[in-house]
């Protein structure tokens, strides 16, 4: 986990944020998926651009460390992201 991250149950109730403020991983992630720009995030939060980058590798790192396991398909449904 990056240094920038910090994970502190008296802080957001131990959800990761950003160290030295109370800003969640999940608000910078969802900016940005949500269409804000990196810069507008930095000024809504007072965060810089090296923050917002360990946000996304906390995020990729997570997803990364998780299990997936396909489901099975009802008979006669394409999967989602079949070719069609």
Not at 10 to 23: A, S, Y
Not at 49 to 76: C, K, M, N, V, W
């Amino acid at each position: 986990m990056s240094d920038r991250i910090v994970i502190d149950p008296e802080i957001q109730h131990g959800k990761p944020v950003i160290r030295g403020t109370r800003v969640p991983i999940t608000r910078i992630i969802g900016g940005l998926a949500g269409g804000m720009s990196q810069e507008d995030i930095m000024l809504e939060y007072g965060i810089d651009e090296q923050d917002i980058r360990a946000a996304l590798l906390y995020a990729t790192e997570l997803i990364e460390s998780e299990e997936f396991l396909p489901l099975p398909h009802p008979p006669g449904e394409s999967h989602a992201f079949s070719d069609r």
